[in-house]
């Protein structure tokens, strides 16, 4: 997904399975992870994990947008 913004062109270029870098104009702005809950384990436990969580996808879901909210009202 390639848009246009006043300080550049915004890429995001997805690296692996739910993970993406995003870019604006020259630069790394951030990074996406879809589905976080996923990627929470114990040890070297394997990522390939089958029961689901809608409660903790959702105690996620508002704990990251919280975060990115008082991050964007700090600027």
Avoid: C
């Amino acid at each position: 997904m390639n848009q246009d913004n006043a300080d550049g062109p915004l890429i995001r270029l997805h690296v692996a399975e739910g993970f993406d870098l995003l870019f604006l104009g020259r630069g790394l702005a951030g990074w996406m992870l879809e589905s976080p809950e996923r990627f929470l384990v114990e040890g070297w436990e394997s990522l390939h994990r089958t029961d689901e969580n809608p409660l903790l996808a959702q105690f996620l879901w508002d704990y990251l947008a919280e975060l990115a909210k008082s991050k964007r009202d700090r600027r």
